[in-house]
């Protein structure tokens, strides 16, 4: 007896083909655009847990009894903590997968303003506290760009991938205009801790928004990934091997150190240098930060026409040219100008990490893209932690912001012939 008529399993004929493969793709673009929103969030909420206690730090200063020139010290520790995250992360994002590390670092940071907010004593204890919660907060925060690598490279075309990192990272500016805005006002209405538990708050809404999508995204993770120092010595080694990572690695040293200068010092400048009150200073630093967005968008477009080296070399000369901009401002600059300069600064210093990001995953061996990308963060944490721990020394001896600006900033003008420069190939594994 004949059985049932079945359908066949797979599409044979033309029209069927056409149609499967809309739906596929249909399903690959709305995985991305989810991916995309996802890191996004948590890129933005990691780069304002970075940012917030150097927008608050003049009352908390005043708090703390301590000089202003303290936010160089927990810049400098929250980098110090990134940079041994940012090299071990590979093999944790290969073993428990991208969403479960994105969302196990923002509970860290959580857990970093929650050790912040009581009031202790004795003072030297206070400020310990401080120090291990800028170690904390900067170890999470690392790892919210090596996972969100590793998720888009998977997912992005490679034309579309300066476009997918840029409006991935940004997530940072955002988090920026974040720290900006509610950063000041909370403190002025409710006081720093009140802040720093608000800012706790919302890493902790953040863990339990990402945990249900897991299991959409880590199904390229590998239980039996090993985590060790061997893991640490071959991400360090892959990037210092080959030329293009290595010369990406010296850049983000530069940028990154640049970058978080501006955001550390752009505040304690206005307030401390032009007079300005912290609720104007911060609405400044507020609104700058925004034009990122757009700037960090169309500068990913410009990357799918133009060659990554000219358009970082472009980067490079022009945060000089801001920095130098930022030094330029009179005493009692009027607001205009102030953002203006301050927009110069976001358009450039602040709004490179798209291209380079892309950069650095297209010049990864495959499957690699995670781990390579923390270990040039790692180079970047070095910056983080250099840069503006010199740039708050060179304030405490007393030289004034029109010379520490582009003192701080010349590192970036010298970059651009080297950027400009081929980079040689890759030796042979």
């Not at 403190?187 to 999508?213: D, K, M, Q």
């Not at 203006?340 to 892309?358: D, Q, R």
């Not at 944490?381 to 010199?390: D, F, I, S, T, Y």
Request: proline share 8%; charged share 10%; with cysteine.
């Amino acid at each position: 007896m004949a059985g049932k008529w079945r359908a066949p399993r797979h599409p044979t004929t033309p029209a069927a083909l056409a149609a499967t493969r809309k739906v596929g793709d249909a399903a690959r673009v709305t995985l991305l655009a989810l991916a995309t929103l996802l890191m996004f969030t948590q890129q933005g909420l990691a780069a304002y847990s970075k940012a917030v206690v150097p927008v608050i730090a003049p009352a908390m200063a005043a708090g703390l009894n301590v000089d202003p020139a303290w936010t160089g010290a927990w810049v400098a520790a929250a980098a110090f903590a990134g940079i041994p995250t940012t090299l071990a992360c590979g093999g944790m994002i290969r073993r428990w997968g991208s969403l479960r590390m994105s969302s196990a670092a923002t509970a860290l940071m959580a857990f970093g303003f929650a050790i912040a907010v009581p009031e202790v004593a004795p003072h030297g204890l206070g400020l310990a506290l401080q120090l291990l919660s800028a170690l904390i907060i900067g170890a999470g925060s690392t790892v919210s760009t090596p996972a969100s690598s590793h998720l888009l490279a998977r997912l992005s075309p490679p034309k579309r991938a300066p476009l997918v990192f840029s409006i991935k990272q940004t997530g940072v500016p955002a988090g920026l205009a974040l720290a900006g805005a509610i950063g000041p006002w909370l403190t002025e209405a409710h006081g720093w801790r009140a802040c720093l538990l608000a800012s706790g708050l919302i890493n902790l809404a953040l863990v339990v928004f990402l945990e249900p999508t897991r299991g959409k995204f880590d199904d390229d993770r590998d239980p039996r990934a090993r985590i060790g120092m061997s893991d640490v010595r071959a991400t360090v080694t892959g990037v210092l091997r080959n030329p293009a990572l290595r010369r990406l690695a010296g850049t983000c040293f530069v940028f990154v150190g640049i970058q978080i200068t501006v955001q550390s010092f752009l505040v304690l400048h206005l307030v401390q240098g032009l007079g300005y009150g912290l609720a104007e200073a911060g609405a400044v630093f507020g609104i700058a930060t925004l034009v990122a967005i757009p700037a960090r968008i169309f500068w990913g477009w410009l990357g799918g026409f133009l060659p990554a080296q000219a358009l970082l070399a472009g980067f490079g000369g022009g945060m000089f040219l801001a920095c130098c901009g930022l030094a330029a401002l009179p005493d009692a600059a009027p607001t205009w100008m102030a953002l203006s300069a301050a927009i110069f600064a976001s358009a450039t210093a602040l709004s490179w990490h798209g291209v380079l990001m892309a950069e650095i995953a297209r010049q990864s061996p495959p499957g690699q893209v995670g781990a390579m990308t923390g270990g040039v963060l790692s180079f970047a944490g070095l910056g983080q932690m250099v840069l503006p721990a010199l740039f708050g020394v060179l304030l405490k001896l007393g030289l004034p912001y029109a010379a520490a600006w582009p003192l701080i900033a010349l590192p970036a003008a010298l970059a651009v012939p080297v950027l400009l420069r081929p980079a040689r190939p890759a030796p042979a594994p």
